[in-house]
């Protein structure tokens, strides 16, 4: 006991606990942590850019004629909105906060001195990149293949925010979703709720077109 006290002497006092610097240092290390994830499963990321892609090209190979009979002479702008919302609207958000919870590692951060809010933001975090991405990635895609934008860059990185941020939101959807079941199968259910519902809106044709009830 004494060679341990003449230790803790020699090493001088601890330094103080600083909660908010170790809460963003947290957060940070554990988004990092999330952004490699993501990296190495691909399997989270290529379906949320073949779905928006395959709907905006077979929607834009199917209607553009019937759309130009309503005045729309620029098609393409028309539905990137519906593209970048299939692709900020991934099945993904809150799967790897499950595979956490499923395999104890989740059990053990709560363990920590970690905030309970730095786990949550830096997951999320990690998540509005991938989203942020996902939808640059699709702008690009519709650039290269013959979509005009009217408003030029500003109004490219306008839309990929807005986009991003609502994106944000159905996220924590999914994670809110993940931390009340821990199960992937009802986190991933939340996109099957809300993709539906798009097809209720204008976001494929413009609402001269539509009729009955649904107009």
């Given at each position: 006991?004494?060679?341990?006290?003449?230790?803790?002497?020699a090493?001088?006092?601890?330094?103080?606990?600083?909660?908010?610097?170790?809460?963003?240092?947290?957060?940070?290390?554990?988004?990092?942590?999330?952004?490699?994830?993501?990296?190495?499963?691909?399997?989270?990321?290529?379906p949320?850019?073949?779905?928006?892609?395959?709907?905006?090209?077979?929607?834009?190979?199917s209607?553009?004629?019937?759309?130009?009979?309503?005045?729309?002479t620029?098609?393409?702008?028309?539905?990137?909105?519906?593209?970048?919302?299939?692709?900020?609207?991934?099945?993904?958000?809150?799967?790897?906060?499950?595979?956490?919870?499923?395999?104890?590692?989740?059990?053990?951060?709560?363990?920590?001195?970690?905030?309970?809010?730095?786990?949550?933001?830096?997951?999320?975090?990690?998540?509005?990149?991938?989203?942020?991405?996902?939808?640059?990635?699709?702008?690009?895609?519709?650039?290269?293949?013959?979509?005009?934008?009217?408003?030029?860059?500003?109004?490219?990185?306008?839309?990929?925010?807005?986009?991003?941020?609502?994106?944000?939101?159905?996220?924590?959807?999914?994670?809110?979703?993940a931390?009340?079941?821990?199960?992937?199968?009802?986190?991933?259910?939340?996109?099957?709720?809300?993709?539906p519902?798009?097809?209720?809106?204008?976001?494929?044709?413009?609402?001269?077109?539509?009729?009955?009830?649904?107009?």
């Open positions: 006991l004494d060679l341990l006290a003449a230790d803790a002497v090493l001088g006092p601890l330094p103080a606990w600083n909660f908010p610097r170790e809460a963003l240092r947290a957060t940070m290390l554990l988004a990092g942590r999330e952004v490699r994830l993501a990296i190495r499963t691909p399997a989270y990321l290529v949320n850019l073949i779905v928006p892609l395959f709907f905006y090209f077979i929607t834009l190979g209607l553009e004629s019937f759309a130009s009979g309503f005045g729309l620029n098609f393409e702008g028309f539905l990137l909105p519906m593209a970048l919302l299939f692709a900020v609207q991934g099945g993904s958000a809150g799967l790897n906060m499950v595979a956490d919870i499923e395999s104890g590692y989740f059990d053990k951060l709560l363990l920590t001195p970690t905030s309970r809010a730095a786990v949550l933001i830096g997951a999320m975090s990690a998540d509005f990149f991938r989203i942020m991405l996902q939808a640059v990635l699709v702008l690009i895609v519709a650039l290269l293949t013959g979509l005009h934008f009217e408003t030029g860059l500003l109004g490219a990185v306008t839309l990929i925010m807005i986009a991003s941020l609502f994106g944000l939101v159905y996220s924590g959807i999914g994670f809110g979703m931390l009340k079941t821990g199960n992937a199968q009802a986190t991933q259910s939340m996109w099957f709720l809300f993709m519902l798009m097809f209720l809106t204008t976001l494929f044709a413009p609402k001269e077109a539509l009729s009955g009830w649904l107009k």
